[in-house]
């Protein structure tokens, strides 16, 4: 996308060609302060994420429950790190060259350091087990980012609501939401208190605002009911809503009868295939592997080929980008520009062909 050009300085106050010394003044001051105060350029954009990975260090690593890791990561020079706002995470390129995505939970007034807290998965795809491994205090990690698709747009009335792990992102948005004096509810669910992380962090924040934070675990009080969540938001409020497939999916049914504003949620993983057609991919060697309608092309080539990079499988980071070298995409990612759409580009988590259509892809 190019860039566009700013205005001509105009002419003097008493309309001579050269530029008014005021009006020069005047734009180096806001290109000054409209990026310093507003975190925008001086035409309303936000500054490009940091593309490149760059390297960090574990300054603090510490167990926040019972299988969740929270790890601060800090610049090896001691600088400044780019800003951020709750809801967002960072990409971190793990040594064994995996690529996760992880919540940033801690104080975006802290410029030091990023937190980001991880659940160790036994069965998962060995990202977390590799952190929670490898990751000792003095370790060094590639992060890309901050990145946010999960933005907190601070509306007058708010419910959060946070499902075990869940909590990383939607921690600093309740600190947000109390911060601007917001009316807002936190409700956080999980098996146990002792599976629950940042539950002293938890409790600090519920004695200092009463009423205001609620922890509902199955074994003392059953599994939460979707429309029962929903009813402890402010009248007209929008939800925040970030945890497990079921709880997001519950969530999504009972919404509608609820009455409230709008729902915004985070995925911990890859959404369902809802109206998925088969078709068929071509790989460079010639051969065909066909994706069925309820598999996404990410998960056959990934059966093909274990080491295939993916990360958030929701279309927005971008790492599971091949060439397509023949065949029509429908594109369903949130990534991805006009231009490298036009170039064949395709995002394998999420996009998609035509049934009985082929893919020829440079892989």
């Known amino acids: 996308m190019s860039r566009p050009h700013p205005a001509p300085i105009p002419p003097d106050l008493y309309g001579r060609p050269r530029a008014d010394r005021y009006f020069r003044f005047m734009e180096r001051l806001m290109g000054v302060y409209l990026p310093l105060t507003t975190a925008r350029d001086g035409y309303g954009r936000r500054p490009a994420v940091q593309e490149r990975p760059h390297r960090l260090t574990v300054a603090r690593r510490r167990m926040v429950a019972e299988d969740v890791v929270s790890l601060r990561l800090v610049a090896p020079d001691g600088r400044l790190l780019a800003p951020w706002q709750p809801g967002a995470h960072l990409d971190l390129h793990l040594p064994s060259g995996r690529q996760r995505q992880y919540s940033l939970v801690g104080d975006p007034a802290d410029r030091y350091a990023y937190t980001v807290a991880v659940r160790l998965i036994p069965d998962g795809a060995g990202g977390s087990a590799e952190v ?23 509306d007058r009335g708010v419910l959060l609501l946070a499902g075990g792990i869940g909590i990383t992102p939607v921690l600093p948005m309740a600190r947000e939401a109390a911060w601007r004096g917001l009316d807002w509810r936190l409700v956080h669910t999980g098996r146990t208190r002792a599976s629950l992380p ?122 599971c980008k091949v060439r397509v070298r023949s065949g029509t995409v429908e594109h369903r990612d949130r990534k991805l520009t006009p231009r490298q759409r036009a170039d064949g580009e395709m995002l394998v988590c999420v996009s998609r062909a035509a049934e009985g259509a082929c893919l020829e892809l440079d892989v």
């Open 132 to 154: 929670h491994r490898e990751l000792t205090e003095g370790s060094r990690v590639d992060v890309r980012g901050p990145r946010n698709a999960f933005p907190f747009a601070a």
């Open 198 to 319: 940042f539950a002293d962090e938890l409790d600090r924040l519920a004695r200092r605002h009463p009423g205001r934070v609620e922890i509902l675990t199955d074994d003392e009080h059953g599994v939460p009911d979707a429309a029962a969540l929903l009813a402890r938001a402010p009248e007209g409020a929008a939800v925040y809503c970030c945890g497990p497939a079921p709880m997001l999916e519950a969530v999504q049914r009972a919404f509608d009868a609820a009455g409230l504003r709008a729902l915004h949620f985070e995925r911990f993983g890859a959404p369902p295939i809802v109206d998925g057609k088969p078709f068929t991919l071509r790989l460079r060697d010639g051969r065909e592997l066909p994706v069925p309608a309820d598999e996404s092309a990410l998960d056959v080539l990934r059966a093909d080929n274990p080491a295939t990079p993916y990360s958030c499988r929701q279309g927005f980071c971008g790492v």
